[in-house]
């Protein structure tokens, strides 16, 4: 009678070299695959408040080309509380960036 870690021992023996490495190999790369998709970079939520918000800026950053002091007041207070303060680089940095800089 066979002792169970015969058996087993016996069996993988069987199997060939070339697909047991194989096997290795895949279970590695899926590994690796499903490591990076849960701790890999996430995309960026896009919900409708976001949307509304870059719509927003768009809109603000090509009226005033850039220049914050070109702003209706009730926009550059909204401009400032969403940037924390920092309104002008903001809103310089997109008008930039979207070819609206005068």
């Given at each position: 009678m066979a002792v169970k870690g015969?058996?087993?021992a016996d069996m993988l023996s069987r199997i060939p070299r070339p697909v047991l490495i194989a096997g290795v190999i895949v279970l590695i790369a899926f590994?690796?695959?499903?490591?990076?998709?849960?701790?890999?970079?996430?995309?960026?939520?896009v919900n409708e408040l976001t949307m509304a918000q870059?719509?927003?800026?768009?809109?603000?950053a090509k009226e005033s080309g850039g220049d914050?002091?070109?702003l209706?007041?009730?926009?550059?207070?909204?401009?400032?509380?969403?940037?924390?303060?920092?309104?002008?680089?903001?809103l310089k940095a997109y008008a930039q960036k979207h070819g609206y800089a005068k």
């Amino acid at each position: 009678m066979a002792v169970k870690g015969e058996a087993n021992a016996d069996m993988l023996s069987r199997i060939p070299r070339p697909v047991l490495i194989a096997g290795v190999i895949v279970l590695i790369a899926f590994a690796g695959w499903m490591g990076y998709r849960t701790l890999g970079p996430q995309p960026d939520p896009v919900n409708e408040l976001t949307m509304a918000q870059d719509k927003w800026m768009d809109r603000i950053a090509k009226e005033s080309g850039g220049d914050s002091s070109k702003l209706a007041p009730e926009d550059l207070n909204k401009l400032q509380k969403q940037t924390y303060g920092h309104g002008d680089q903001a809103l310089k940095a997109y008008a930039q960036k979207h070819g609206y800089a005068k």
